[in-house]
């Protein structure tokens, strides 16, 4: 049987973020409480809910309400399901999965358009995630800047998160590919991109995938690009998630960017990942 909710929202931050309650996201949920959790994540950019409980089945379930499952080709013959990344991050670990401001997996044609991730077990403090808003990030640039990124395009690449020359792996017990079969996966995406359901402009830079600027040289674009990496994740633009066991994050990769705080000192933290093409 299908169930319907009456969700809360209760926005965390004054940039973006809201805590969701009312809803148990294990259950079958019924259109019209998909189409609200839709809703939210479009007004909000990442909603998160409390004290959920499900496996990895109806977590995949969920997912697949909102688009496809997005496989992600930097952890295939890695994990145990290509559907599902696994982020396990073990007492003595010095780094962490997604420990730079970033946008998932922005070296493919088309990045997914979200993911939802689950703490299954969460440290007693360190360990949050914050995030950051993209539309407010391009909303505040100078109009001159705007005229000035109109009609750019950034790089993307995996070469530094993935591959043989990351050394992304070591200290860290989740790891992404680096056999010598790895190729690396380039695109293009214009750096001020425009979100397909809101139809609103967003900042669309990020330190792990973006290596340049289309027709401008290593040292025109470097500064350019750092100044707009340093500008997208301003305080004000932020907010922070500390999660506890059964705790959900679900972001519109759309339109923020995001980083794992490489804190939790003496404990495990694992997560479980479902990304949305
Ligand atoms: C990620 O970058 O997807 C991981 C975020 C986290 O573990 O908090």
Not at 33 to 47: F, G, N, P, S, Y
Not at 87 to 98: A, F, K, L, M, N
Not at 127 to 151: C, E
């Amino acid at each position: 049987m299908q169930m319907t909710t009456r969700l809360e929202v209760h926005p965390i931050a004054g940039a973006l973020g809201a805590e969701l309650s009312g809803v148990d996201l294990g259950a079958d949920l019924d259109d019209a409480t998909i189409k609200e959790i839709r809703q939210a994540l479009l007004d909000h950019c990442v909603i998160f809910f409390r004290d959920q409980a499900f496996d990895a089945e109806q977590h995949k379930r969920l997912a697949r309400r909102f688009g496809e499952i997005f496989v992600h080709p930097n952890y295939a013959g890695i994990q145990a399901d290509p559907e599902i990344v696994m982020i396990r991050r073990e007492p003595g670990d010095t780094r962490v999965v997604g420990e730079d401001w970033h946008t998932d997996t922005t070296m493919m044609a088309k990045p997914p358009m979200g993911a939802i991730l689950y703490a299954i077990e969460a440290p007693p403090y360190g360990g949050d995630t914050l995030f950051a808003n993209q539309y407010r990030a391009y909303d505040a640039l100078s109009d001159g800047m705007k005229r000035l990124l109109t009609g750019l395009r950034a790089i993307h690449s995996d070469r530094l998160v993935a591959g043989p020359n990351a050394n992304a792996n070591a200290g860290r017990t989740t790891k992404t590919r680096d056999d010598a079969a790895w190729r690396e996966t380039v695109n293009r995406h214009p750096i001020v991109a425009t979100h397909p359901e809101t139809g609103r402009p967003v900042l669309f830079v990020n330190y792990s995938y973006t290596v340049g600027i289309e027709g401008l040289t290593d040292a025109e674009s470097r500064p350019l690009l750092e100044f707009l990496m340093e500008h997208g994740h301003r305080p004000e633009f932020t907010c922070r998630f500390r999660w506890t066991q059964g705790a959900v994050a679900f972001w519109d990769n759309r339109c923020v960017k995001h980083l794992a705080i490489n804190d939790a000192g003496p404990y495990r933290r694992l997560m479980r990942r479902v990304q949305i093409a």
